[in-house]
Structures are given as C-alpha cells and as structure tokens.
Nanobody, 119 residues
Framework: QVRLVEFGGGLVQAGGSLRLSCAASGITFSSSAMGWFRQAPGKEREFVAAISWSLTTYYADSVKGRFTISRDNAKNTVYLQMNSLKTEDTAVYYC?????????????WGQGTQVTVSS
C-alpha cells in the first residue's frame, strides 16, 4: 500500500522559512520521482517543485530561488525548504510520486499540509 505523509506545515510570517517533509512507504523510493504541489483557496492545484530519480530538479517560476527540493533515499523522504516566504505562498501543500522516476505523471498523492504565511 502506497502511503505519502507530509509534515512541517504551519504558520509563519512573511520573509520566514519552513521545511516540509514527505515520508513515503510502499514504493521503491530511490527509483521514483517526487514532487510538491500546492492549492490555495479558490484556486487550482499547481506544481511547485519536483526531483527525479537522478536528482534532476524542477521548479515553478514563482518559487525559483526561494524553494529547494531535496531527497534522502535512505529515509524514503523528500523535503521542500521554503525561504523568503510570501503571503501568496499560503496553500495546502501536497506531496506526490511518479513511479516512473521522470517527474512527468503523478501516480499517488499525500493528504496535504497547510502552510499559512502572514503579513
């Protein structure tokens, strides 16, 4: 059974930092791509960042230079370090996995963790 569990959301002031974690089980983590998406109230879910099995990273333009995605295959965990947070980063953040490893289609999703950035 595939399970993705996100941790680390919370309330932070604008300009602050948070680190999200997503622990995966039930997959071959090292050969899977992992991604982060977010959904703000009244908006569609959008791509934030992804990392392939080969450690190639991808970022949305809106977070480039502020967010960093990384993975620890020994811990089956992917991270999203978020710096210089803005109020527009407020959203529910979701972890997802692409079992093909190439970060092109997303097979499973976590339940999400709320990130709220106050002004």
């Amino acid at each position: 059974q595939v399970r993705l569990v996100e941790f680390g959301g919370g309330l932070v002031q604008a300009g602050g930092s948070l680190r999200l974690s997503c622990a995966a089980s039930g997959i071959t983590f090292s050969s899977s791509a992992m991604g982060w998406f977010r959904q703000a109230p009244g908006k569609e879910r959008e791509f934030v960042a992804a990392i392939s099995w080969s450690l190639t990273t991808y970022y949305a333009d809106s977070v480039k230079g502020r967010f960093t995605i990384s993975r620890d295959n020994a811990k089956n965990t992917v991270y999203l370090q978020m710096n210089s947070l803005k109020t527009e980063d407020t959203a529910v953040y979701y972890c997802a996995t692409d079992l093909s490893g190439w970060a092109q289609r997303w097979d499973y999703w976590g339940q999400g963790t709320q990130v709220t950035v106050s002004s």
